[in-house]
């Protein structure tokens, strides 16, 4: 009788019906991935069946495949919502153990940790004392600091200018901030104290020697001469304009007295390399200095590589760390749990573990999610056809039956 065969198409239908509709019931999770039953036909074993007509005994799901390919990736403008394109998972830290997914909703929780809205932990590289990448020796739980930078004294000024070959020839002996005829040029630039705030380093060009290309310099910090208003430096230029740094007295160590409770005096390393002597205007095209403020934490950032950017309140940002991805050679043999993730069995194989766009795994775009690939026409399809597969082995149930009754009757 065609029972057993009714029943499991029954149960096949059923359990094929509930991954459609587990499929619609997900068309709006983050990185979800398609789930497809595979059907295969069932016959009764036997010692020989040479000759003899099988019929099956029925139908049987021997597998759940899941379609992995890329979702669409929707734009949200939060930095920590991450996106992969192209191959890899997130590598995530369940309560110590290892669960992956494509679901990149991340976010700082109270600890510092990158972490999904589960709680799970997200893991990757972390980073030295100088702010490089440590990429060894495995990936681990991401910890962003939220802690201020402290204030960096300035040590070291870079100054390159050029300075007007055709400028008349001053005594330096007459020179006076307060006075522009007493001096050719001058220039300002910012320094910072050990305490983080901020100074201005007033300097001073006077061609003392026209013929000689010479040139001396001063220097003010907040208004109060530098040196007792002597001479810090000489700058000698050869005939094609560049400085003769043979003769010249640059770079040269400034002594600085800062007020306000920082340390002083402070030494400052001025160099003018790079400067020249040509028949054009006075200006200065590059000033660099080393120092800054205190700076708090405003707000991250991730490139497609996976590296965590923070940046601070005095404009310097700072690597944080860099996500990790994870492939696996079978990823068909991976086991779905729950929180939209996936954990490694025997059939996936191993994680091989990197970073983004480094090998096959793909790249990271931040600000954006990738959306679940359900293609709801197709589910919606999907489901009518397996309905109408559900009736139909109820038909069969039914015709059965009416045999049953049929046999019944004729005894």
Known sequence: MSFDQAISGLNASQTNLDLIGNNVANANTVGYKTATAEFSDVYAATISNQGLVQTGIGVAINHTSTDYSQGAITVTNNPLDIAINGEGFFQLNR????????????????????????????????????????????PNPISISLADISPQPTGKIALVANLNS??????????????????TSSTSTQVFDSLGHSHTLSLFFIDSNAAAN???????????????????????????????????????????????GATTPQSVKLDVTGTTQYSSAFGVTQVTQDGYQAGSLTGLSITAAGII?????????????QISLASFTNKEGLQAESGNSWSQTQASGVPVVGAPQSGTLGSLQSGSLEQSNVDLTTALVNMITA?????????????????MQTLTQMG
């Open 95 to 138: 309560s110590g153990a290892q669960v992956y997914s494509r679901d990149g909703t991340f976010q700082v929780n109270s600890s510092g940790y990158l972490s999904n809205a589960n709680g799970d932990l997200v893991e990757g590289y972390g980073v030295d004392s100088t702010g490089a990448i440590q990429q060894f020796p495995t």
């Open 309 to 321: 950017s923070g940046t601070y309140s005095n404009g310097l940002t700072r690597a944080q760390g």
């Open 214 to 260: 010479t040139w001396d310099a001063r220097a003010q910090i907040d208004g109060v001469s530098v040196n007792s208003g002597n001479s810090i430096g000489k700058l000698n230029f050869a005939s094609d304009g560049t400085i003769d740094t043979a003769t010249s007295t640059f770079p040269a160590t400034l002594s600085l007295t800062i007020p306000g």
């Open 387 to 403: 309905q109408y597969d559900y009736q139909a082995n109820s038909q069969t149930i039914k015709t059965e039956n009416a045999i």
């Open 166 to 183: 055709n400028s008349k020839a001053l005594n330096p002996a007459n020179f006076n901030p307060t006075d522009t005829s007493t001096y």
